[in-house]
Structure formats: C-alpha cells, structure tokens
C-alpha cells in the first residue's frame, strides 16, 4: 500500500518536531529510518500510522488522508515504544484477546506469529515472568500476525539476542515478499543496513539524506 508523506509539519509546545517532511514509501520495500536520539524516527512513525494529526501537511495512505479520509491506515501493524499486554495472560492468550476484538485472524495465525518471532505458543508463563527480549518478540508478533499490509516497526532490535534479530530479519524479509510497505526506525546504522532497501535519515524533524542500499 503505497504511502505519501506531503509537506509535514508537526509542532508540541512551541517545538518543531516534524519539519515539512516528504516521503513516499512503496509496496515490497524495506525503508530504514535512521538518525540520532530525538531526531523524529518515532514521530514519523506516528504520523503515518495516524498517531499524531499534522499542524500542517498529511500522510496519504493508498490515496485517502490519514485523519481526514480515513482515521488510520487500513491493515496496518504497528510496534511503538513499550506495547502494553496484560501482566497475568500468556503471550497466546494476549495475542488471541486481540486478534479476536478486531476478528481478523484466527488462533491459528496468531500460533504462526509467534512461532515466527521464535516464541513457544504453548508457554505457560504470564507475560509478566518474560524477558526484555520476549516482550519485544512478542510485540513484534502483535504487529505481524495479521499480515498487515503496511508494517511500521520503532527499534524492532531493542533488547534482541542474535537468534531474536535473525527472526525479525526473516520476518521482515518474508513480509517484504508478500507485498508488504515496511519502515523500520532504528538508531543502529549496521543493523539498518543490512535489512533496507532504502535508507532515510532525519535529523532536527528534517529528512537529510535519502540513499538506495545496494543488493
Ligand atoms: N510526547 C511528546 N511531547 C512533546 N515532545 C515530544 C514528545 N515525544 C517526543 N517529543 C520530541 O520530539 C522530538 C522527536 O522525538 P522522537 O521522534 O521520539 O525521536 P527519535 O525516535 O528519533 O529518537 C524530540 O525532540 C522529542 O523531545
Ligand atoms: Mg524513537
């Protein structure tokens, strides 16, 4: 589904933290938003995602504008920052709990998201006895299990051992295949790299550079 992003200004408090942005981003492609700390990775996350509405300019997503036409994208997987699940329901259990408000997917595709994440759906422990890494997991898991056609995804790295990274590599790339519009924020340069197919990077709410990364 294809994204634009058209002379995007958001501004908190006095403060300029998206600064007329333009991108547009294409189905089957992997874009890797890097920058330093507090450079606008995440709120450009959240102003495609229809998190946050512009001060001036709009996010089209697939021809209609976020906030306006439509409220949020259609079909869309998100993970920002901390995802909350409920402390005392096993990963299955908060997965199914929301696969079922939106009746999209089945228990059985939220079983192939966590396997696909490297996680056990047959775990019997509370979301609150997980790790740093499974919790980051199993976020990643929530925002893939529907098969969204657009997956944003804000340090999808964080907190991830060398098996967890290799997973969300593979999931991503699959996703990729599938026709997915997939942009990933991480402050990890080498990480980026080796998953983009284009790389974007803000500083100051402003995009700075735009590169294609070679095969
Ligand atoms: N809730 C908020 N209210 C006001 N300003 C915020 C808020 N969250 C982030 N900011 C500011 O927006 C800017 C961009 O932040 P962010 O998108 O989180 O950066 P990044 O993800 O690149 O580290 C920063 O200057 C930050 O201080
Ligand atoms: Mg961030």
């Known amino acids: 589904m294809p994204i634009h992003v058209c002379s995007y200004t958001k501004n908190i408090k ?6 007329s942005i333009e991108c547009s981003f294409e189905s089957g492609r992997i874009y890797g ?15 495609i995602s229809g998190l946050i509405l512009p001060t001036s300019g709009y996010v089209e997503v697939d021809g209609e504008v976020v906030g306006e036409d439509i409220a949020f994208p259609p079909s869309i997987g998100l993970l920002i920052e901390n995802p909350s699940f409920i402390q005392r329901y ?4 908060n997965l199914e709990l929301l696969a079922r408000l939106k009746g999209v997917v089945s228990a059985n595709c939220v079983r192939l998201a966590l396997e696909r994440v490297g996680l056990d759906s047959t775990d019997k422990r509370p979301y609150r006895k997980y790790s740093l890494g499974m919790k980051q997991r199993l ?34 790339a699959s996703l990729r295949e599938q026709g997915a519009t997939i942009v990933v924020a991480c402050h990890d340069a080498v990480e980026l790299h080796q998953i983009s197919d284009e790389i974007i990077t803000l500083a100051e709410g402003r995009v700075v550079s735009w590169e294609k990364v070679e095969p």
Request: glycine letters at 10%; proline letters at 5%; a positive charge.
């Open 139 to 172: 976020g990643i898991a929530c925002a893939i299990m529907e098969n969204p056609s657009i997956v944003l995804l804000d340090e999808p790295f964080n907190a991830l051992d060398p098996s967890g990274v290799s997973c969300v590599k593979r999931v991503l």
């Open 90 to 93: 096993t990963g299955m259990k």
């Open 14 to 19: 006095g403060v300029t933290v998206l600064d």
């Open 33 to 47: 938003l890097q920058g330093k700390n507090s450079s606008g990775k995440t709120m450009l996350l959240r102003a």
